[in-house]
Structure formats: structure tokens, C-alpha cells
């Protein structure tokens, strides 16, 4: 069962089943030319709101082995796409200018996109140089995602492109995320179960 939380912002109740720390297992494998890596990995994910209309996400990973060596980190922001109005503060630092936008049930509903679920925007910084802006949509207990920009610092490796599913099986959260990167297609790269544990 999903519990909303009180205090959460009416704009963040599409993902609210996301809200919490999950941990959990999953594999990368991903082909290169005639040549695949294949590893298994331990993940903790955390979703977590400050009272704004976005979660806040970090994830760190490292390698299913006797070290738990440290293998790769992610953060960044999630949040409904709309345009930003006189309510929301920004840019930078400056304050709103009316109240808040979409503060009911019966507004945030009217994001809602024709395929019934809600339009959603996902920007994400990799340590290694690498930045993501992600669009897609947030339909019930499914996450789709593709990415709409990549920007990447002249030291970072080759990666172009990515598209991520989330859902909520079994009260697991699932991922699967294919990527183009190091001059492959777009293909097949990693996926995990994960448990909420908090």
C-alpha cells in the first residue's frame, strides 16, 4: 500500500510512491563491439522532498564484491514538466511573485497529459562529467524516460543518449536504463530489483 504523506505537495502526489530509500541488487551488461561487460552490483536509491514540488534523488552503486567497491553515483531532481509561472521562485535565487501554483488535487489534474498519466522532467549530474536532462511521463506506478539533452565536459567520456523505466512490481521497484555511449547504438545497459528499506 502507498502512503502519502501529509505534508507533501499536491504537485508531487503522481510520485509519491517513489518517496523512501530502496536498496537492492541489479546487472550491468553492456556490449562493445565484440566485447561485453557483465557485473552485478549492490544500489541504494533515495527519493526525498523538502517541501518544494520536486523530489530530490540520489543513488550510489558499487560492485557486488567482497569490498563493496565503490562503482558510480547519481543525483539530481525530479518534477512534473510545466512551465514555470510567477508562483515558482527562480531564476537563481529570486522569490516568488504570487502565490504557489497547483497547491489542490483539482489543479495538479489538470496536468494530467492526454495519455492519462502526467508529463514529467528528470535532470540528473554524473561525477565522471556528464549531465542529463530527461523527459518522459509518470503513468501510475510506471516511469518512462528518454533523454532530451546530454552535456558533457571535455574530459568526461562518450555518452549520447539514454532512456530509463522505473516501476513499481511486487512492491519492488524495478529499473531498466539503456544508453549510447563509448560510439555504440543505443542498446541494453543495466537494470535492479530494489526493496524500500526506509
Not at 140 to 166: I, Q
Request: charged share 20%; no cysteine.
Amino acid at each position: 500500500m502507498i502512503e502519502i504523506p501529509v505534508d507533501l505537495p499536491s504537485e508531487l502526489v503522481p510520485l509519491s510512491w517513489l518517496i523512501g530509500v530502496w536498496e537492492g541488487r541489479g546487472n550491468v551488461e553492456y556490449a562493445i563491439g565484440d566485447e561485453t561487460v557483465s557485473r552485478t552490483f549492490g544500489q541504494r536509491v533515495s527519493f526525498s522532498h523538502d517541501g518544494l514540488p520536486y523530489l530530490n534523488y540520489t543513488s550510489y552503486t558499487w560492485l557486488d564484491d567482497e569490498d563493496r567497491t565503490p562503482l558510480v553515483a547519481e543525483s539530481g531532481y525530479w518534477r512534473l514538466h510545466r512551465a514555470q509561472l510567477e508562483g515558482d521562485p527562480g531564476p537563481a535565487m529570486l522569490p516568488p511573485t504570487a502565490p504557489r501554483p497547483f497547491t489542490t488535487a483539482q489543479s495538479v489534474e489538470t496536468l494530467r497529459n492526454s495519455d492519462g498519466g502526467f508529463d514529467l522532467e528528470v535532470a540528473l549530474v554524473h561525477p565522471g562529467g556528464v549531465s542529463e536532462l530527461y523527459l518522459g511521463q509518470i503513468k501510475g506506478p510506471r516511469v518512462d524516460l528518454a533523454t532530451d539533452a546530454v552535456m558533457r565536459t571535455a574530459g568526461s567520456k562518450p555518452y549520447a543518449a539514454a532512456t530509463r523505466l522505473y516501476g513499481l512490481v511486487e512492491a519492488d521497484l524495478l529499473w531498466a536504463w539503456d544508453i549510447a555511449a563509448l560510439g555504440q547504438d543505443l542498446r541494453t545497459h543495466a537494470s535492479a530489483r530494489l526493496t524500500k528499506v526506509d
